[in-house]
């Protein structure tokens, strides 16, 4: 059975639930984090205009150089950004993932009369995205 990369198209760092998850169950033998100034790029998408869809190209050309169809892609961050990332992923052959998690909840009394509000977020398990009626076209022809 072979193993899998995944690349990890996000801001923050794997739980060691998460990681656990993508070995056992993914076959993740390697996990791929974007060099630096391509996870400037994805963390920083100008918020002007309309969506710059060629801001992404560099990242394409790094995930097409690091993984083969097959190979995972955690995609969390800007919306738009998702939505390409997912598209780009299908069609490449890739299979874009994302975390679900479970909110855990608490109210705390304080001792000054206020409530304190805590919500922890536990890792529930990657679920692939579903896919839309039309991936292609989104795209210009390979």
């Known amino acids: 059975m072979s193993v899998r990369t995944m690349v990890l198209l996000f801001s923050h760092s ?9 070995r056992e169950r993914w076959r993740v033998g390697r996990f791929a984090a ?3 100034e391509l996870q400037e790029r994805w963390s920083q998408i100008p918020p002007e ?6 801001w992404l190209d560099p990242i394409w050309n790094w995930i097409e150089q690091e993984t083969v169809p097959g ?3 955690l ?4 919306p738009g950004a998702i939505l390409l990332a997912v598209a780009w992923c299908r069609r490449h052959g890739r299979i874009p993932l994302y975390a679900t998690t479970r909110r855990e909840y608490t109210s705390v009394p304080r001792p000054d009369g206020g409530v304190e509000n805590r919500h922890v977020f536990r890792h529930v ?12 076209g989104i795209f210009p022809s390979d």
């Open 71 to 73: 190979d995972l892609v």
């Open 49 to 54: 205009g309309p969506f710059p869809a060629d």
């Open 75 to 78: 995609v969390h961050g800007e």
């Open 34 to 36: 974007l060099p630096a």
């Open 14 to 22: 794997l739980m060691s639930e998460q990681e656990e998850e993508a």
């Open 125 to 136: 398990q990657f679920r692939e995205y579903p896919s839309l009626p039309d991936d292609a």
